[in-house]
């Protein structure tokens, strides 16, 4: 696999892409443990780097509320079904984690759905800053709670940061 650090307003990002697709976007101090990964070779001029680079980019400069790089989701099944309903979340919305339970229709997984958020490999690309606390306040995330408020506020949910 290969990888890329695209600087951010959030920090530095790793950006990981196998050859079918983007893999993972890994925090400054994320732990090895979240995301497990095989050897990774660093290819800056990678085409599906680049343009995850440029996305992200667009992204952080309000130009762009939807991703089009095609995703290499690599997880358990529930994992991959908690993921997929994460991208269902529309830009500027949040959800609880018991939300996403009852649609995924086990209202009773309530953590087992926050677990597979916290070990989502796709930051940002797939929504996890979207999910919030059933008190509407906002809970634990890879890249820190900081960086979470900040994708919040960037989506337009000020709202989010004062509850």
Same mark, same amino acid.
């Given at each position: 696999m290969s990888y890329k650090i695209v600087a951010s307003p959030i920090g530095p990002l790793k950006v990981v892409a196998s050859e079918t697709g983007l893999v993972a976007i890994l925090w400054e101090n994320d732990s090895p443990r979240?995301? +497990? /990964?095989?050897? /990774?070779?660093?290819?800056? #001029?990678?085409? /599906?780097l680049t343009r995850t680079e440029k996305e992200l980019d667009e992204?952080?400069? *309000?130009? +762009? #509320? $939807?991703?089009?790089?095609? /995703?290499d989701m690599r997880g358990t099944q529930f994992q991959k079904e908690v993921w997929a309903a994460l991208l269902e979340i529309p830009f500027g919305e949040t959800r609880t984690y018991g939300q996403l339970a009852i649609q995924l229709g086990n209202p009773k997984a309530t953590r $087992?759905? *926050? $677990?597979?958020? *916290? +070990?989502n490999p796709l930051a940002i690309l797939v929504p996890c800053h979207r999910v919030i606390g059933f008190s509407g306040k906002l809970t634990g995330f890879a890249g820190g709670l900081d960086a979470k408020a900040h994708l919040l506020r960037l989506e337009g949910r000020d709202e989010m940061l004062f509850s």
């Open positions: 979240r995301v +497990r /990964l095989s050897e /990774l070779v660093e290819r800056p #001029d990678h085409a /599906l992204y952080f400069a *309000g130009k +762009r #509320d $939807a991703f089009t790089v095609p /995703l $087992a759905v *926050g $677990a597979a958020n *916290g +070990r």
